[in-house]
């Protein structure tokens, strides 16, 4: 099998200064990556995370009286898949 390089994130937005937040939040996008390696693992020969990038942007008001935040989380994985389908074909013409 071959494997191939695929890229997959997920942010989380929340209200600036709110620390439970932003715990759950990460919470939340570490319990993801454990899901999604779960997932893959059931239709994959082979997964191995290349690359793993925590990011965030800067407090953005959302109201009057309301600034947001977000975090992220982007992971690079190295799958081989057990199966592909191809719809053109394996010489990429359809028929």
């Given at each position: 099998?071959k494997?191939?390089?695929?890229?997959?994130?997920?942010?989380?937005?929340?209200?600036?200064?709110?620390?439970?937040?932003?715990?759950?939040?990460?919470l939340?996008?570490?319990?993801?990556?454990?899901f999604?390696?779960?997932?893959?693992?059931?239709?994959?020969?082979?997964?191995?995370?290349?690359?793993?990038?925590?990011?965030?942007?800067?407090?953005m008001?959302?109201?009057?009286?309301?600034?947001?935040?977000?975090?992220?989380?982007?992971?690079?994985?190295?799958?081989?898949?057990?199966f592909?389908?191809?719809?053109?074909?394996?010489?990429g013409?359809q028929?």
């Amino acid at each position: 099998m071959k494997e191939k390089l695929h890229f997959f994130g997920e942010y989380v937005q929340f209200l600036d200064g709110d620390k439970i937040a932003e715990d759950e939040a990460r919470l939340y996008l570490t319990l993801w990556k454990k899901f999604l390696i779960q997932k893959l693992n059931k239709d994959c020969y082979r997964v191995e995370i290349v690359d793993e990038q925590w990011g965030g942007r800067d407090p953005m008001m959302i109201s009057c009286l309301a600034q947001c935040r977000q975090i992220c989380l982007r992971l690079g994985i190295k799958v081989s898949f057990k199966f592909e389908v191809s719809p053109l074909g394996e010489d990429g013409i359809q028929r």
